[in-house]
């Protein structure tokens, strides 16, 4: 039996290497040679001349070392090489020009909020050591979401992924990043929220674009054409593919949950940021998750990985599984006959051998020339002279310290500001009491998937650069098990001009694996909070430290507690860009990512219950703000300002006359008993020639500042699909800019829809239709109305 061999470059990234095959989807695992030592490496590239020159070889006569060559075609010549022959009685291995340092590379880095350490232990992936002590630590991706700022989104982006190229350069870290995650928050009690964008499935794709680009783009070749050969700063990952959100919820884990989702859903919520990432984002990587969905793992379904991603969404990358989710699924895998595993390791010398179940040949070398071609994108092959000269200076530079510090600004939410309490003015605080849990964080602020962070801005350090401060715990911990310290916080409020009650949770509350079961602060920590405020001799200013909602109402209703902040987990700079807020230097102006309900939503359904959609016979209320409409304690997209802004429409689009071919059918959708059903209810948006002008929406805004000082402002389009379509979304957020408007000025804000895009309701069956009607576009805070008619003619 003609036994294939490979040589792997990069084998143990294989480690986690995913293949849907048609007919049995299937998995390939690579296992490592334990006496493998791994910290020897060699960063020179694959494809130098010299390596070539040193083996007697001819550069020339390989084509996949020639760079002018595409990279598909270039990769497919490697692997057709890397059939390994017996010569001798030993097997060629460096006939190609490769050494067998080219199989290491560390495939397992984190970069969600910063370059990370969090990777494989025991063997190499990023690391700090005195070289590098750190990396930059921006706020957790929930607080930057929450700045509704594209721009700011792909910088931080792009800060990360020098940072990661320097620290390449020398060795401390790896170019494939398994990051961000870009799983809708379904549900308020979900322990990894600080990760994520939010809520809404749009804001979530906008983050994962913008991130992702701000990643993986090479300035000016943005726009290559042949997208197999378009140049990687790093690669990125867009995970967890798919319906992935419980992770340890009253005993129900992520290892075992079967979300049970609707073609609806999964569609219209849980799939769409996906979509996104790969068809505008063009990421390079997809991760199947834990769960299993509809009875299916995730990472074996063909549908899910091989028709959807790649054929639907042509992914140019590769599909890789999450930390042991193969072996969760790998039950079923059977040696070669005749090579056993120690020989194949022996004869591959750089400790890899290959461990075959139902895989076909064909089939792995598809899967390498995925994953070949990222890294020849991405310079592992040829070098990359325009990152070569990025160093230890260009990690946690002043100009990346600065920019977290500005996400933390542009991202807290002002929640309460009775009677104009904020911004205080250096002028009448001179003293202030900063207490409460989190009144000196550190690690706190910044969340999980973290690396070192360069240095610390805690609170306390942060208004020490406005008043002098005095600090009190008043509990011992986030848990805050006891009153015993609540008392030196209320001495320390009575003395003070002003007090800071910074509280809130952290990773021992909301974490991967610790879903939440209320919505409530922790412990004492209300107590303290009433108890402070009571005594308090100045202004009471309350700041969240949180991912997920908290129910606060009774510190909204407590007229002792004048201003309210949500700075969700700040960053390594989190303390001054509060300060900077309480103190007017920067203006707030971020929204809330994520509904805040109040706490009894978390008795009305079960975590698990997977439906967007209200489920009226068990009493199940709606999810997320396109389907809840219940009270709540702060509503999705909420937050206040140091100045007023008013919204005037300036002009736009009356009607859209979509033109149907002979062989376009009307679909159906089901109407309300007693409400208007057109006489073509609706048509596939599939069947549209989208992208032209008969499907474009344009409406064109003034917003004005009448207040007394600049500020920005986040503009927010929502859609209100036409009324009566059983069970559409009650609005939509389809649009949303960030702007700056100087006191007492305008400013034009433009939007253009695809109403292919913005315009669709998904039905039960998956189908994604345009209703006839338009319904209406709703801006300003629901105070600007603006009525859209959409006509079908033939
Ligand atoms: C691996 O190689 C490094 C560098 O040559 C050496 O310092 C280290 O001791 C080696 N580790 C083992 C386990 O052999
Ligand atoms: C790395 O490669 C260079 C040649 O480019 C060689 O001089 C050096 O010894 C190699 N280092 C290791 C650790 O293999
Ligand atoms: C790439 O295309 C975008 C959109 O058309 C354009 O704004 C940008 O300038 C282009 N970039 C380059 C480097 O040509
Ligand atoms: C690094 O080198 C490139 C050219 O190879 C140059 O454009 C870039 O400005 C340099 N960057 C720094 C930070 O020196
Ligand atoms: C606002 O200030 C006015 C006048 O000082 C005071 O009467 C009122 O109670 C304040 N309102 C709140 C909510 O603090
Ligand atoms: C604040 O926390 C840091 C880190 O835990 C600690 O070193 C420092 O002493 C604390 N500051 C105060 C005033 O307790
Ligand atoms: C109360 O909490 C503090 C701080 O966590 C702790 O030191 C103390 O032992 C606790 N007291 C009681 C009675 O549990
Ligand atoms: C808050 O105020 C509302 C309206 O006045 C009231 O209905 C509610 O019971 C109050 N809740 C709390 C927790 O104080
Ligand atoms: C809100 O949703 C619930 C659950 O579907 C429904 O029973 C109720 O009628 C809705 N209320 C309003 C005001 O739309
Ligand atoms: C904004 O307008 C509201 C209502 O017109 C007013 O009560 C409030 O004081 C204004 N706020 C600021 C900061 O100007
Ligand atoms: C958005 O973020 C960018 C990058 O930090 C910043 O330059 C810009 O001013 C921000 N826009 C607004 C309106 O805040």
Known sequence: MATKLYFLICSTFLFHFTIASRNSPSALTITQNPNFNTTVRNYTHVCHPDRFSDLGLDIKEFAYAIRRFKCDVRVKDLIDRMTLTKNRGNWETTRMGFRESDSQCTWWSEALHGVSNVGQSGSIATYFDDVVPGATSFPTPILTTASFNQSLWKKIGQAVSTEARAMYNLGHAGLTFWSPNINVVRDPRWGRALETPGEDPYVVGEYAVNYVRGLQDVEGTENTTDLNSRPLKVAACCKHYAAYDVDNWLGVDRYHFDARVTEQDMKETFLRPFEMCVKEGDVTSVMCSYNRVNGIPTCSDPKLLKDTIRGEWDLHGYIVSDCDSIQVILDDHKWLDDEPEDAVAQALKAGNSVKMGKVKEAEIDKALKNLYIVLMRLGFFDGSPQFE???????????????????????????????????????????????????????????????????????????????????????????????????????????????????????????????????????????????????????????????????????????????????????????????????????????????????????????????????????????????????????????????????????????????????????????????????????????????????????????????KRDGNEVVMVYWSPPSGIVEAPIVELIGFKRVWVGKGQSQKVDFEFDACKSLGIVDYRGYNLMPSGGGKLVTGDGLLEIPLHIKFER
Request: include cysteine; charge should be negative; proline fraction near 5%.
């Open 389 to 707: 000269n990025l160093s230890k200076s260009h990690v946690c530079s002043d100009e990346h310290i600065e920019l977290a510090t500005e996400a933390a600004r542009q991202g807290i939410v002002l929640l309460k500001n009775d009677n104009g309490t904020l911004p205080l003015s250096t002028k009448n605080i001179k003293t202030m009491a900063v207490v409460g849990p989190h009144a000196n964080a550190t690690d706190a602020m910044i969340g999980n998937y973290a690396g070192i962070p360069c240095q610390y801005t805690s609170p306390i350090d942060g208004f020490s650069k406005y008043a002098k401060v005095i600090y009190k715990t008043g509990c011992g911990d986030v848990l805050c098990k006891n009153e015993s310290l609540i008392y030196p916080a209320v001495k320390a409020a009575k003395k003070a001009d002003a007090t800071i009650l910074v509280v809130g949770l952290d990773l021992t509350v909301e974490a991967e694996s610790l879903d939440r079961t209320d919505l409530l602060l922790p412990g004492y920590q209300t107590q303290l909070i009433q108890q402070v405020a009571t005594e308090s001799n100045g202004p009471v200013i309350l700041v969240i430290m949180s991912a997920g909602g908290v129910d606060i109402t009774f510190a909204k209703n407590n007229s002792n507690i004048q201003s309210i902040l949500w700075a969700g987990y700040p960053g390594e700079e989190g303390g001054i860009g509060i300060a900077d807020v309480v103190f007017g230097k920067h203006a707030p102006s971020g929204k809330l990512p994520l509904t805040w309900h109040e706490n009894d939503y978390v008795d009305m359904l079960p975590m698990t219950s997977m439906p967007l959609r209200p489920i009226d016979d068990l009493g199940y209320p709606g999810r997320t703000y396109k389907f809840f409409n219940g009270s709540t304690v702060y509503p999705f997209g909420y937050g206040l300002s140091y100045t007023n802004f008013t919204y005037k429409l300036l002009s736009s689009t009356k009607s859209l006359h979509v033109k149907l071919t002979k062989f376009q059918h009307c679909r159906d959708l089901d109407y309300t008993d007693g409400s208007y059903k057109p006489d073509c209810p609706a048509i596939s948006i599939d069947d549209l020639k989208c992208g032209d002008d008969d499907h474009r929406v344009k409406l064109e805004l003034e917003v004005k500042n009448e207040g």
